[in-house]
């Protein structure tokens, strides 16, 4: 996709949602990094009905660690992987005490080095918690990327330094959640909304819905 056409989409998507941002509810950067973890293979809104009671009685990590993974997953076990997701967050609770001072580091190495926590979450929170210009390629992005032809890659590291690459650097910051939200709302998997789509004419998908 030649460059006028990218910088197209994002004029589009900037107008469209200025202000993109999660659909995770949080009050902290350590909520958001409990919400991330738990919405692997999971969604939004049952990640958000889930830790609307835990965070009611426990959101700091000395609270979710007294809870115990028996206590902690009372709360999430209608979460998928909900054993493994509770397992990795009582070891995550206990590294930020002991190593970060009970606070969510700014770093990626910092933050993979937590249980629990891979490439796709640490950009997660670079980008919504600390700024950073990086994109978290989820299912969604990496779907859409290769769909319209921002990005053609095998794997999710490939589509993000493709998208890195050639994303304008005054979108980068907001490209990540513009991205998800057109791939969970609009490039939907099975059935595009296509006829509805803000930049249905830039997309280089070949087989649009009518």
């Known amino acids: 996709m030649n460059p006028k056409k990218v910088r197209e989409i994002f004029l589009r998507f900037k107008k469209a949602n200025a202000n993109p941002t999660t659909e995770l509810i949080y009050h902290s950067h350590f909520e958001l990094l409990v919400a991330v973890i738990l919405s692997a293979q999971a969604t939004d809104k049952s990640v958000n009905i889930a830790t609307k009671s835990l965070f009611a009685i426990a959101n700091t990590p000395e609270k979710i660690l007294k809870l115990g993974e028996t206590g ?7 979460i998928g992987l909900y054993n493994a997701k509770a397992a990795n967050i009582i070891k995550m609770c206990r590294l930020l005490i002991e190593q970060f001072g009970s606070r969510v580091p700014e770093t990626r190495e910092a933050l993979e080095s937590l249980p629990g926590v891979g490439r796709k979450t640490a950009n997660v929170i670079l980008n919504t918690c600390f700024k950073q210009p990086v994109i978290a390629v989820d299912t969604h992005i990496f779907r859409v990327a290769n769909r319209i032809g921002l990005a ?6 490939a589509v993000e330094k493709q998208l890195m690459e050639v994303i304008p650097k005054e979108f980068l910051h907001d490209a990540h959640h513009w ?7 609009v490039c939907t998997a099975r059935k595009p909304k296509c006829p509805e789509c803000l930049i249905r004419d830039l997309c280089e998908y070949k087989h649009k819905t009518k």
Do not use: E, N, V
Request: net charge positive; charged share 20%.
């Open 72 to 78: 902690l997953k009372k709360y999430i076990s209608s």
């Open 152 to 157: 053609h890659g095998k794997t999710p590291l």
């Open 179 to 185: 991205l998800i939200l057109h791939g969970r709302y």
